[in-house]
């Protein structure tokens, strides 16, 4: 069951103050007074007194808060309110005062090795940005909101992390390398949903690091690089073979020359080798005719 934040207002520290003061002063006059007397009332001293020892009381009722400090009061046990106004206030001196920060926090999150969704070994870690909104929750729900945010951020990395490859050839696939600004986003979902019960908010979540284990970079580096190089070479055919079928056409087209199906297939054959060969065509010029 979630602790429900209330509302409360204190009253205002310098009309207090001024209040002591003034009693403080009169107090004083009296005592001076009592002491300058022959014969003493015993019972207007005891009365003195006792105002004396709840006026001492009352000083420690006393208490600052900053912009964005919030102060969870509670009396002997019982959740009384939380107050949320900067400036200095006055409450009840029995009441125990614990201040919460408002303000944005930054989680940064420790680097921790976990296997992605396909089973290869990576390091990861993120930055998580959060804050306060609920304090009643914050210190009555959770025993340390501060360490259950970083502990449930760990989880909440662990399972993402296990639930995307860390890099992905294929179109429309998500992965963690190539799809940072969409896995944050269901990071700081998923993470959400785990701090909720303790009054936190999660602003926002990025990723710090991320990289394959070092025990198989290098292998998953050559692997990069092979499939790097497949689609390279796939995209040089695939526009090597449009631009045949082009000249194809245009020579067709303009009637520029006549070519039965076996200089088509020279043609092709040497059009393919001077696109997609990995060093400069050398040209051998023909002086003969087309058919010598």
Request: net charge neutral; glycine share 8%; aromatic share 8%.
């Amino acid at each position: 069951m979630e602790t429900r934040e209330i509302g409360t207002v204190t009253k205002r520290g310098w009309t207090v103050l001024a209040g002591l003061i003034v009693v403080s002063v009169a107090l004083s006059g009296d005592v001076y007074w009592q002491a300058s007397q022959k014969t003493a009332n015993g019972w207007r001293i005891a009365a003195a007194s006792l105002v004396l020892l709840v006026w001492g009381t009352l000083w420690g009722g006393f208490f600052t808060l900053q912009p964005n400090v919030a102060a969870v009061l509670v009396l002997f046990g019982k959740y009384v309110g939380t107050v949320k106004e900067s400036g200095f206030h006055w409450a009840n001196p029995f009441l125990a005062k614990k201040k919460v920060s408002l303000r944005a926090h930054n989680l940064n999150g420790q680097t921790i090795k976990v296997n992605d969704h396909r089973g290869n070994p990576i390091e990861i870690a993120a930055v998580v940005v959060w804050r306060v909104t609920n304090t009643a929750q914050a210190i009555f729900d959770v025993e340390d909101y501060a360490g259950y945010v970083a502990v449930q951020s760990e989880s909440a990395l662990r399972h993402l992390a296990s639930a995307y490859p860390y890099d992905t050839s294929e179109e429309h696939t998500l992965s963690l390398r190539g799809s940072m600004d969409e896995v944050s986003v269901t990071l700081q979902k998923e993470l959400q949903e785990r701090v909720q019960k303790a009054g936190v908010v999660i602003d926002e979540t990025r990723l710090s690091h991320l990289s394959y284990a070092p025990e198989i970079a290098g292998a998953m580096l050559q692997r990069q690089q092979a499939e790097a190089i497949v689609a390279a070479r796939a995209r040089i055919v695939e526009g090597a073979v449009g631009m045949v079928e082009m000249a194809l056409e245009k020579l067709k087209e303009h009637q520029t020359i006549q070519l039965d199906e076996e200089r088509k297939a020279a043609m092709v054959s040497n059009l393919l080798v001077v696109l997609c060969g990995h060093t400069t065509a050398q040209p051998v010029v023909n002086t003969g005719t087309l058919y010598s």
